[in-house]
């Protein structure tokens, strides 16, 4: 059993809101990442972490922030939310990386209106 | 560079019968391939992965794939379909040693019947 968590679970908010979609894991990973889910569409990596004090963009381009300040902890920052945002939000942590597992949290829905 | 391609964004199947669902990857290096299965309202959890040992990979709840280098496939396979497999299901490679990235499928979303 993977322990990983998100919260919120769901978020509905205005445009213009500053948001932090939380994520936490007790696993003692050094890896973590932030993935951008659309229905129908690919899981897109848009932000991973090799440890603390460690941040690096991925593939697909986002206006999120993160932030890397404890190894257990790996929160995501939107500074003005747009209805752009809309989408679901997958944190996930590994031990390593290549065939190493990526264990995923329950995901956090955001709806910006 | 990686890819997955999921044949079928869709796949019905009735309560007893086989459960096929493919998966092709491209990559520029040996890969690391995975399936995971998403059910509502929760995240991904593996299913099984194959790491370079052997072709015939097992995993929980009954399903099993199998790795052909020749097909660049990995399709994912279980004998019986129960109605606690409907869910989505995402193929994914990783770029080898040192990658930080899993490249995903658009996934198939598996309909049991009964």
């Known amino acids: 059993e993977a322990d990983i968590y998100q919260t919120p679970r769901y978020l509905v908010i205005g445009t213009g809101k500053k948001i932090t979609l939380e994520c936490s894991q007790t696993?003692?990973?050094?890896?973590m990442y932030w993935y951008q889910q659309d229905p129908g569409m690919e899981l897109h990596l848009i932000h991973y972490?090799?440890?603390?004090?460690?941040?690096e963009k991925g593939d697909l381009s986002s206006e999120s922030t993160v932030s890397r300040i404890r190894t257990e902890h790996f929160p995501l920052t939107l500074e003005s939310a747009r209805p752009s945002h809309t989408s679901q939000y997958l944190c996930?942590?590994?031990?390593?990386?290549?065939?190493?597992?990526?264990?995923f949290g329950p995901g956090t829905r955001l709806t910006v209106l | 560079a990686q890819s997955v391609t999921q044949l079928g964004s869709h796949v019905s199947v009735s309560e007893g019968a086989l459960v096929l669902l493919r998966c092709n990857y491209s990559?520029?290096?040996?890969?690391?391939l995975f399936w995971y299965v998403q059910y509502p309202n929760q995240g991904l959890q593996l299913l099984l992965k194959y790491t370079s040992a052997a072709t015939l990979v097992k995993g929980i709840n009954g399903f099993e794939a199998e790795f052909k280098k020749s097909e660049t496939s990995f399709h994912l396979t279980k004998p019986s379909a129960h109605m606690s497999d409907a869910a989505e299901y995402f193929c994914a490679v990783s770029g080898g040693t040192g990658a930080n990235n899993l490249f995903f499928g658009t996934g198939t979303r598996l309909t049991v019947i009964p």
């Open positions: 972490s090799y440890g603390v004090n460690s941040t």
């Open positions: 696993m003692g990973h050094d890896k």
């Open positions: 990559s520029s290096v040996p890969p690391y």
């Open positions: 996930a942590s590994s031990e390593g990386s290549g065939a190493d597992t990526q264990y």
